[in-house]
């Protein structure tokens, strides 16, 4: 019987599918994925990043996904039931919060927070604010007032409640909320209770706070902080963040971090970058084992590998210059 060209072309694709297909078997796939790893890399080591992207191929990309894709409904829902079962996890946890946050980092933030300028000229603000000094002021008038009615005798309260005119009362109350006003402004506008040796007066107040909080078991966190607050300061975070990306100071601050990325790493060779960000070869070949074998097993047993292999390869042995070849 003759043998065609067609036949011999038919023959040869089977037989790289089935040196394909035996490459990716599991036996030999672990050698494989070294290999061409190591050969990227090796290769890799031999470019820049601007040899292949510019920043903006990357500011458009960055731009897509951030700003012009839409955000699905599906993602605050999808929290939601996220943070339902951390949280419920967290409540009937035996930790206590010292297990969950060093005390470390709770110093070094307060510690920060009290060396910016920001946060001296907050507090310092907070004292000229005539909302807050009323508020401050209020509450230190109704502390005496509770004070002066706990220790004073209730008959005593009676003779008085009794002799003193209304008009008196009300002056009274309202000299004393005066006063209190006048106090509190002056106290929390004195330059002197923002010096740096009170300020470690401070320091050491929050450590104690903090020293007895910390001891607390993670599940006494239900009795200030519920699953639902959480939820809904993310949907706040959430809807204040979908108005933000729109707005051309973003996109601005968008821009301004690609090129930033770039003026540092666009020199800088792709294997050295990796490294830069933590990246190694170990990591990469530990991650390529995990995933590959076992995506290429289910693609095999499927007869996926094969079907994409033969719908990649078939058009070059069917081209009729393959076949002039094999005539």
Do not use: C
Not at 60 to 71: C, F, P
Not at 148 to 156: C, E, K, R, S, V
Not at 220 to 229: A, G, I, V
Not at 247 to 263: M, P, S, Y
């Amino acid at each position: 019987m003759t043998t065609t060209p067609r036949d011999t072309a038919n023959r040869l694709l089977d037989g790289l599918v089935a040196y394909l297909l035996d490459r990716l078997a599991p036996a030999q796939l672990d050698g494989f994925i070294e290999a061409e790893l190591d050969f990227l890399l090796e290769k890799a080591a031999e470019y820049p990043l601007n040899a292949w992207v510019t920043p903006q191929q990357i500011h458009q990309t960055a731009r897509k996904y951030a700003i012009e894709m839409d955000i699905s409904g599906a993602i605050p829902e999808l929290v939601g039931d996220m943070v339902e079962e951390f949280y419920q996890q967290a409540v009937d946890s035996e930790r206590l919060i010292a297990d969950v946050v060093d005390e470390d980092v709770i110093m070094a933030l307060l510690d920060k927070v009290l060396e910016i300028p920001l946060s001296r000229q907050s507090m310092a603000w907070l004292g000229r604010n005539p909302v807050l000094l009323a508020l401050l002021a209020g509450g230190a008038q109704m502390g005496i007032k509770t004070l002066l009615h706990q220790g004073m005798p209730a008959a005593l309260r009676d003779q008085l409640a009794k002799r003193l005119p209304s008009r008196w009362v009300n002056s009274v109350d309202t000299r004393m909320q005066e006063w209190l006003l006048r106090r509190t402004e002056q106290l929390l506008s004195d330059p002197w209770l923002y010096r740096d040796e009170n300020l470690d007066e401070l320091r050491e107040l929050v450590l104690v706070g903090w020293q007895d909080f910390a001891q607390r078991p993670v599940g006494d966190l239900r009795e200030l902080l519920s699953s639902e607050d959480i939820q809904e300061l993310f949907v706040i975070g959430f809807e204040y963040w979908r108005d933000l990306r729109h707005t051309d100071a973003f996109n601005g601050l968008l821009e301004t971090g690609v090129l930033a990325f770039f003026d540092k790493y666009g020199d800088t060779g792709l294997v050295d970058l990796l490294e830069e960000l933590g990246v190694t070869r170990a990591m990469m070949l530990d991650d390529a084992r995990r995933f590959a074998p076992p995506i290429l097993e289910k693609l095999r047993n499927e007869g996926l590998l094969e079907e994409w292999l033969r719908r990649h390869l078939s058009g070059f042995f069917e081209a009729e210059g393959t076949l002039e070849l094999l005539n």
